[in-house]
């Protein structure tokens, strides 16, 4: 089911502020409608790392820093959404910054509030 909000938030909000990469560890057959965007949100990504493609799987450290290395950015650099809280620390344990995804507005409260405290620190 997609996420129409989330999409639209994406695609009007977020994909001008960074770069955007996908990171799922569903199979070849369904990554396409588990990841909450649909067809039309692909195309919104600038990396996706699949764990059938790569031979990794979340929570695996190697795949956080491999996101991160194919957007070109270091791990402390990168946000990692999931609704997994598990997948969520895990990446945090690499550096990155994290928010367990639980509905659309606490989700754009919690990123709207980082980008705040990082234009604090410049």
């Given amino acids: 089911m997609v996420d129409e909000q989330l999409l639209s938030y994406i695609k009007n909000e977020l994909k001008s502020r960074c770069k955007l990469g996908l990171l799922s560890n569903a199979g070849p057959r369904s990554y396409k409608m588990e990841d909450g965007v649909g067809e039309e949100g692909w195309g919104l990504f ?14 695996d450290p190697e795949i956080y820093r491999l996101a991160a290395s194919r957007l070109g ?11 997994g809280e598990h997948n969520v620390l895990a990446a945090e344990e690499v550096g990155m910054r994290g928010v367990v995804y639980r ?7 919690d990123l709207d509030k ?8 410049i």
């Fill in 114 to 121: 980082m980008f705040q405290e990082e234009r604090d620190l």
């Fill in 103 to 109: 509905d659309f507005e606490s989700f754009r409260r």
């Fill in 46 to 59: 600038d990396d996706k790392v699949l764990s059938y493609e790569v031979g990794l799987v979340k929570p």
């Fill in 73 to 83: 950015v270091k791990p402390d650099e990168c946000v990692f959404v999931d609704d």
